[in-house]
């Protein structure tokens, strides 16, 4: 059987910048800073303490490309289920600490693949670190110092009058210092923002101030139109300065919808290999087919398909033929009909009926014909 040779490309040779240089943890099997691919986290919605349906919805991240899952750990019930979710998730869990230090020490003992603090709402967090680092040194957990703007240190707020990039950098570096005292260096940094803005400056600042890995997040970034935006916006600026190990887009929508945008906006961004990608034209005076419905029902009919496949569905002849000839599949339309482009080559002329059913059938014929190499490159 030959392979055919697609025209995506993969991770490119010369990325989009280069990484920043960091240390590198180990979040159970994933490898986050030192060079390692950016790696794609998301949160779980259920109670923790109801443990089938808290591993159900990890199983659902999993299948959508979820790579590390945090869990809410806010009660002893949740607290007493996390040595089971740790132990029968498919991926690394991280366990979420807030108000209680006696959590961190329970998550650690529970086998939690890491833990995340939130130094600003744990009551004397400072006083705990020693014990902390010892704990997490001794069953080799990382720890994510997790600032956010919502619950920044009081006395952080008194100084700055509000969470600005200066004060949630001094609240993670505090934080890390006093780790740091007790030989304590497996770490991770957070400092989320709602404005997009003030996020970026943070993590510019935090990035030229320490050498850790960086958890990149838009805390609190809304439904999930609004909340892809100022994800994508932040996660670019950030991604294409090489600054960032690992994301968690954040919305008001199922967490899977969070991993899909995460692995979009990496894709996009050249930082993981394409999967299937759909070139379509906004629509204008010119189109002679209904382009969205085109677009919406071929996307619907390939969904799943997991070769790096780009395809053009176009609606005019203006720019129709050529972007249907640099795509692996594609479709020029007009006067009630579509050229169907295989690899630059017009191999068909169908009626408009048929465009959608015809490129889904040239589709699995190329993944059919694709090398296991491609496939997973």
């Known amino acids: 059987m030959t392979a055919v040779p697609l025209g995506v490309p993969g991770v490119p040779a010369r990325p989009v910048a280069p990484r920043r240089q960091s240390r590198q943890i180990h979040v159970g099997p994933v490898a986050v800073g030192g060079g390692a691919p950016v790696s794609v986290q998301s949160m779980t919605t259920t109670r923790t303490s109801d443990i089938g349906a808290t591993l159900r919805q990890i199983a659902e991240l999993t299948a959508s490309g979820c790579q590390i899952v945090r869990v809410a750990c806010p009660t002893q019930d949740d607290a007493d289920a996390l040595a089971t979710i740790a132990r029968k998730s498919q991926i690394p869990v991280i366990a979420d600490i807030h108000f209680q230090p006696k959590y961190v020490f329970a998550a650690i003992e529970a086998g939690c693949a890491a833990v995340r603090v939130n130094p600003g709402n744990i009551k004397q967090f400072d006083d705990k670190v020693k014990e902390i680092a010892r704990a997490a040194e001794d069953h080799g957990t990382p720890i994510r110092i997790g600032v956010n703007a919502g619950s920044l240190d009081r006395r952080l707020l008194r100084k700055y009058g ?9 609240s993670a570096l505090w934080e890390a210092s006093l780790f740091e005292e007790h030989g304590f260096r497996d770490l991770k940094i957070s400092v989320k923002h709602n404005d997009p ?11 030229e101030e320490c050498d850790y890995p960086l958890h990149l997040g838009v805390t609190e970034a809304g439904p999930a139109f609004q909340g892809t935006i100022k994800s994508a916006v932040a996660f670019g600026a950030l991604l294409s300065r090489g600054i960032g190990d690992t994301i968690r887009v954040s919305l008001s929508a199922p967490p899977a919808e969070e991993v899909k945008v995460g692995i979009q906006i ?14 379509s034209c906004p629509s204008c005076g010119r189109a002679q087919v209904d382009v969205y419905k085109l ?15 780009r395809v053009a569905v176009m609606g005019c ?4 033929p050529g972007e249907a000839r640099e795509a692996d599949l594609g479709v020029a339309s007009g006067n009630g009909k579509g050229q169907i482009f295989v ?35």
């Open 197 to 207: 803005v003030v996020m970026i400056e943070a993590y510019r600042q935090l990035a």
């Open 317 to 320: 002849v203006v720019n129709g």
């Open 266 to 279: 990496l894709q996009a961004l050249g930082l993981r290999q394409r999967q299937l990608e759909i070139v």
């Open 162 to 170: 509000k969470a600005t990039p200066e004060a949630l950098v001094e």
């Open 343 to 377: 690899k630059g080559e017009v191999v068909k002329t169908v009626p408009e009926s048929r465009i959608v059913e015809t490129l889904i059938e040239e589709a699995m014929k190329l993944a059919e014909r694709t090398s296991p190499a491609d496939r997973t490159s």
């Open 295 to 309: 677009a919406e029902e071929v996307t619907a009919g390939l969904d799943g398909m997991e070769v790096p496949l």
